[in-house]
């Protein structure tokens, strides 16, 4: 396959102290083919990704780029051998405009100084129209959407002639339109001789819609390559996990009262544009809501409101009976309140310990404090044991730093810890972003169970099978109001993706 | 440094995709001491060359260099003296560090500590001596701790950059400090000295003239590395000072603690203030505490930010400082300042192997 694969992996090994992470690891692209890479965290996935992006060195193995060894020393080196990455947390400078992102590291040079903006331009609009990639490329990237921002990453690859195109969790923060057209470009892509190689954990639907071949990593090694013909379902996901796991059930939708009432919030932007205008919606005792909607529309907001980390300008909320609209973040999770938010940075600290991140939950409270004054580091260190065994953690020590965790095993330990205070509502804003599906599921099980006892669940989301899997009613979120609320076992998903992008459907029910 | 080397070192991204990249914390522990061993080697050594090349004995100048501040009377009381202050100093810049707080506002806390603790000192009469000194000694680290007020609350209700109104109070201080001791504390014609302080308000000495304060610095020292391990305000610090979003996250009262730590630290140095006056001079001067905020945060610095390491970084401080007398006897060749270059040599030799070790370890 030498002649017609563009790049080639041969047995690379990655060693990490402790762990093999990649394991005489052979991987092919050719031209012209969309070749997912699929696998768990901790299936050593990014590690491969970074080793063909220049970013580690491999310590044994080569790559070859049109049949010819190289070695790559930095990520400069792979984008001149014509390798593209498209990052999942997207590196675009925010106060720059969408042109000046493209062309960075790469102007094309009027004399010896000036840049050459006009030249650009027409490179950009020309590539633009090739493949549909339409974006005001004078907007601030701080004003576009996500799906935006990620059609800027690829002009960026495209910018400087990639022929191989890394995609690193495409799909995994644009909503479903975004989605269906990412796709489309991804085949035209393809279609006009580049290679494509998205990165992916889960997603299995759109792995089948559009790849021609498929690499499952497990624990290091390859366990398999299928070709697309050869798939289903149920075998990648043995290949995966060596067991097909089973969907979270749906809970019954049958509430009691209300745990949280949340009436007409509005809240200014930067701007003064109101991210939050005029939220109402509630929360039954035992439910799970979902809350739809693209990222962006003001569910940050929302979620920073409702734990007190900001004020309502007017609105109120009334929690388990009270009024806490003026509270904090100290007296909410004092009341019963939990909050899991989409930045991880917020829930979890990666320079400290995992005991001092499990006693970020428990710093304050009289049960884990000696003589007043001292903290029972020992006490910690057992609830520590404890999350870890029971939340299935794998991990090195329970001294070593947060961020040595995989983003799942961080995920759980945050989890943990937050049940582990037993809240009377949990608001979890995309916990499962990013993860692998064993994860995934993990979650969902735990979330799904947590209600059993008359708790709830608030679960922001752009992930409508996930949202459709395990939510009792769906709320959806549009430019700060709430568009509608539907319940889960009778909406589809285009009437949800309708309502998530403002269009306001006619018909309800159909299939 | 700890928390330095940490952002630097801060992996791509997507958190979500960390694998096991770094060593345990037991092998990067050591690290730091390694680097400052190496830097010592380096400054040493330049300073060996120039001797060299000015055609003077290599090896008996170093010998004297280290045993001056260790064996002789002068050498080691003066070393031992001027640990009090610069410890205090350092512990000001680390403690606040602790938050990600950057007090370099030593030097003017020194000042108004020493001012306002003197004040005390000279005025209060007929009180027995613990009272007396507890009384002096609260009052300097108080005004320092005032002063912390000021960084505290500009920077928690106005979002004002600490490292500019720190520095620049540095100047307020200490010219006002100076105007008063031309003024109403002044206490000799023409000369900017208060009056002596009374004898009841002067520090218990030992070991001929090193004062009981060291022993208070080095206790503070070891009472702060406990209140951060094992205290629940401790680990608010700690969290505060690794991710401020995430301690507000978690319920914890930024601004309460960020207050109090940094009124504390700046109280230290308000009390190295003080104690200059009571445990050494006796009265108080406008240049009294001349170079000591700035020693201080070498010293923090050779301490990599490292609570811990804060006693054995101020031994280090003081024993390059304190080789005045021997630095006068090649006075013909050497400058005067030769100390203060040999402290700047580590400083810098510190920035340059960690910055190479950072590198290697990619």
Same mark, same amino acid.
């Given at each position: 396959m030498a002649t017609s694969s563009v790049i080639?992996?041969?047995?690379?090994?990655? &060693?990490? $102290?402790?762990?093999?992470?990649?394991?005489?690891?052979?991987?092919?692209?050719? &031209?012209?083919?969309?070749?997912?890479?699929?696998?768990?965290?901790?299936?050593?996935?990014?590690?491969?990704?970074?080793?063909?992006?220049?970013?580690?060195?491999?310590?044994?193995?080569?790559?070859?780029?049109?049949?010819?060894?190289?070695?790559?020393?930095? $990520?400069?080196?792979?984008?001149?051998?014509?390798?593209?990455?498209?990052?999942?947390?997207?590196?675009?400078?925010?106060?720059?405009?969408?042109?000046?992102?493209?062309?960075?590291?790469?102007?094309?040079?009027?004399?010896?100084?000036?840049?050459?903006?006009? &030249?650009?331009?027409?490179?950009?609009?020309?590539?633009s129209r090739r493949y549909g990639l339409t974006v005001n490329i004078d907007a601030r990237i701080k004003d576009l959407s996500v799906g935006e921002r990620q059609r800027i990453e690829i002009l960026k690859t495209l910018f400087r002639d990639a022929d191989v195109i890394i995609f690193d969790e495409p799909t995994s923060s644009?909503?479903?339109?975004? %989605?269906?057209?990412?796709?489309?470009?991804?085949?035209?892509?393809?279609?006009?001789?580049?290679?494509?190689? $998205?990165?992916?954990?889960? %997603?299995? $639907?759109?792995?089948?819609?559009?790849?021609?071949?498929?690499?499952?990593?497990?624990?290091?090694?390859?366990?398999?390559?299928?070709?697309?013909?050869?798939?289903?379902?149920?075998?990648?996901?043995?290949?995966?996990?060596?067991?097909?796991?089973g969907s979270a059930s749906q809970p019954s939708t049958r509430g009691r009262d209300a745990i949280l009432t949340v009436t007409d919030v509005t809240l200014g932007g930067p701007g003064g544009k109101q991210t939050l205008n005029g939220v109402s919606f509630d929360v039954k005792r035992g439910e799970i809501l979902g809350i739809a909607g693209v990222s962006g529309n003001g569910q940050v907001e929302l979620g920073e409101a409702l734990l007190g980390l900001r004020r309502a300008d007017r609105g109120t909320i009334v929690f388990d009976g009270e009024d806490v609209t003026a509270c904090g973040p100290a007296e909410m999770l004092a009341r019963g309140y939990a909050h899991i938010f989409e930045d991880r940075a917020m829930n979890a600290v990666g320079d400290l310990s995992l005991r001092d991140n499990v006693a970020l939950s428990?710093?304050?409270?009289?049960?884990?404090?000696?003589?007043?004054?001292?903290?029972?580091?020992?006490?910690?260190?057992?609830?520590?044991?404890?999350?870890?065994?029971?939340?299935?953690? %794998?991990?090195?020590?329970?001294?070593?730093?947060?961020?040595?965790?995989?983003?799942?095993?961080?995920?759980?330990?945050? #989890?943990?810890?937050?049940?582990?205070?037993?809240?009377?509502?949990?608001?979890?804003?995309?916990?499962?972003?990013?993860?692998?599906?064993?994860?995934?599921?993990?979650?969902?099980?735990?979330?799904?169970?947590?209600?059993?006892?008359?708790?709830?669940?608030?679960?922001?989301?752009?992930? #409508?099978?996930?949202?459709?899997?395990?939510?009792?009613?769906?709320?959806?979120?549009?430019?700060?109001?709430?568009?509608?609320?539907?319940?889960?076992?009778?909406?589809?998903?285009?009437?949800?993706?309708?309502?998530?992008?403002?269009?306001?459907?006619?018909? &309800?029910?159909?299939? | 440094m700890a928390a330095f080397e940490a952002e630097s070192q801060a992996t791509s991204g997507g958190a979500e995709e960390i694998e096991v990249s770094r060593p345990g914390s037991e092998a990067s522990r050591y690290l730091p001491l390694g680097y400052l061993a190496l830097s010592l080697l380096l400054s040493y050594g330049v300073i060996g060359l120039v001797v060299w090349s000015l055609g003077l004995d290599v090896t008996g100048f170093f010998k004297d260099m280290f045993l001056y501040p260790l064996t002789t009377q002068s050498g080691l009381s003066t070393m031992l003296r001027r640990i009090s202050p610069i410890l205090l100093s350092s512990l000001t810049l680390a403690f606040a560090f602790r938050i990600g707080f950057w007090n370099v506002g030593s030097p003017g806390q020194l000042m108004v500590g020493m001012i306002a603790g003197t004040w005390v000192a000279i005025h209060l009469q007929g009180l027995p001596w613990f009272?007396? /000194?507890?009384?002096?000694?609260?009052?300097?680290?108080?005004?320092?701790?005032?002063?912390?007020?000021?960084?505290?609350?500009?920077?928690?209700?106005?979002?004002?950059?600490?490292?500019?109104?720190?520095?620049?109070?540095?100047?307020?201080?200490?010219?006002?400090?100076?105007?008063?001791?031309?003024?109403?504390?002044?206490?000799?014609?023409?000369?900017?000295?208060?009056?002596p302080i009374l004898p009841s308000a002067e520090l218990p000495r030992f070991f001929g003239r090193v004062h009981v304060g060291v022993l208070l610095a080095i206790t503070l020292v070891l009472i702060t590395v406990a209140v951060i391990r094992y205290t629940r305000f401790g680990y608010m610090m700690r969290v505060m000072g690794s991710s401020m979003a995430a301690a507000r996250a978690a319920g914890i009262?930024? /601004?309460?603690?960020?207050?109090?730590?940094?009124?504390?630290?700046?109280?230290?140095?308000?009390?190295?203030?003080?104690?200059?006056?009571?445990?050494?001079?006796?009265?108080?001067?406008?240049?009294?505490?001349?170079?000591?905020?700035f020693y201080g945060m070498i010293s923090a610095f050779i301490a990599f930010g490292r609570l811990g390491y804060l006693i054995p970084a101020a031994v280090i401080t003081s024993m390059v400082l304190s080789t005045g007398e021997l630095v006068k006897a090649y006075s013909k060749v050497l400058p005067s300042q030769t100390p203060q270059l040999l402290l700047g040599l580590i400083a810098f030799g510190l920035l340059l192997t960690t910055a190479l070790g950072q590198r290697a370890s990619r």
């Open positions: 080639e992996l041969r047995e690379i090994t990655k &060693r990490f $102290p402790g762990i093999v992470a990649n394991d005489h690891i052979s991987f092919d692209v050719r &031209r012209g083919e969309i070749h997912a890479l699929l696998g768990e965290n901790g299936a050593g996935k990014s590690t491969l990704m970074k080793i063909l992006f220049g970013i580690y060195q491999p310590d044994a193995g080569e790559i070859r780029i049109q049949g010819a060894p190289v070695v790559l020393k930095s $990520p400069a080196d792979a984008i001149r051998h014509g390798i593209g990455m498209v990052h999942q947390e997207l590196m675009l400078i925010p106060e720059f405009t969408a042109l000046e992102n493209i062309i960075l590291g790469a102007e094309p040079a009027w004399g010896a100084v000036f840049v050459d903006t006009s &030249r650009a331009r027409r490179r950009i609009a020309e590539l644009i909503g479903p339109q975004d %989605k269906a057209r990412l796709l489309k470009l991804v085949r035209a892509l393809a279609d006009d001789g580049r290679a494509v190689v $998205p990165f992916i954990t889960h %997603k299995l $639907p759109e792995v089948f819609e559009i790849c021609d071949r498929v690499t499952v990593l497990r624990n290091g090694h390859v366990e398999g390559v299928y070709a697309r013909a050869d798939l289903s379902p149920e075998q990648l996901t043995r290949a995966m996990f060596g067991a097909v796991l428990f710093y304050s409270s009289p049960r884990f404090t000696k003589a007043g004054l001292l903290l029972d580091y020992a006490k910690i260190a057992e609830t520590c044991a404890g999350i870890v065994e029971g939340y299935n953690v %794998k991990y090195g020590h329970a001294t070593d730093e947060m961020r040595t965790l995989s983003g799942g095993n961080q995920q759980k330990l945050i #989890l943990g810890r937050i049940l582990a205070t037993f809240p009377m509502l949990i608001c979890a804003h995309n916990p499962t972003k990013g993860l692998d599906l064993a994860s995934c599921h993990f979650i969902y099980d735990r979330l799904s169970r947590y209600i059993e006892s008359g708790n709830s669940v608030i679960l922001v989301s752009e992930d #409508l099978d996930e949202l459709l899997g395990i939510c009792g009613r769906i709320a959806v979120m549009y430019e700060g109001r709430m568009t509608g609320i539907r319940d889960a076992a009778s909406a589809t998903k285009e009437e949800i993706g309708g309502l998530m992008t403002g269009d306001f459907p006619v018909s &309800r029910g159909r299939g | 009272l007396h /000194v507890g009384l002096t000694l609260t009052t300097g680290f108080g005004a320092g701790a005032l002063l912390g007020l000021i960084l505290a609350y500009a920077k928690f209700h106005f979002g004002v950059n600490e490292v500019l109104l720190s520095l620049l109070l540095n100047f307020v201080s200490q010219y006002s400090v100076t105007a008063l001791l031309y003024g109403p504390m002044q206490g000799r014609p023409l000369l900017p000295y208060t009056a009262d930024v /601004v309460r603690v960020g207050t109090i730590a940094v009124c504390v630290s700046a109280g230290f140095s308000g009390l190295a203030g003080v104690m200059e006056v009571t445990g050494v001079y006796g009265y108080g001067f406008d240049t009294i505490v001349q170079g000591i905020g």
